[in-house]
């Protein structure tokens, strides 16, 4: 059974950091994407960062590039989203997720999701 178990979440002031961790269990991901998905109050699902887990190949969002880096810890089986200069409008809940995707920027194409982390960034 799968399991994305996602940590680090918590309140910050804008222009603060924060590092999120997912811990991944139940399969091999050497053939998955993984990545982290936001989803803000009364608004859609919003692609954050992907990694493939083979390669360590990363594509972010134009909204959190240059602030926001996703790694991953092969060893621990753990994937790492360090945000730096947060904004007001990153306050989301913050999922981590897994998939055989190609299109890494669409949600949907996920297909296992942890139970999300809230992260908020007060002005």
């Known amino acids: 059974q799968v399991q994305l178990v996602e940590s680090g979440g918590g309140l910050v002031q804008a222009g603060g950091s924060l590092r999120l961790s997912c811990a991944a269990s139940?399969?091999?991901?050497?053939?998955?994407?993984m990545a982290w998905i936001r989803q803000a109050p009364g608004k859609e699902r919003e692609f954050v960062a992907a990694i493939r887990w083979s390669g360590g190949s990363t594509y972010y969002a134009d909204s959190v590039k240059g602030r926001f880096t996703i790694s991953r810890d092969s060893a621990k089986n753990t994937v790492y989203l360090q945000m730096n200069s947060l904004k007001p409008e990153d306050t989301a809940v913050y999922y981590c997720t897994a998939g055989k995707t190609t299109v890494w920027g669409i949600p949907k194409t996920y297909d296992y999701w942890g139970q999300g982390t809230q992260v908020t960034v007060s002005s």
């Open positions: 139940g399969r091999t991901f050497s053939s998955y994407a």
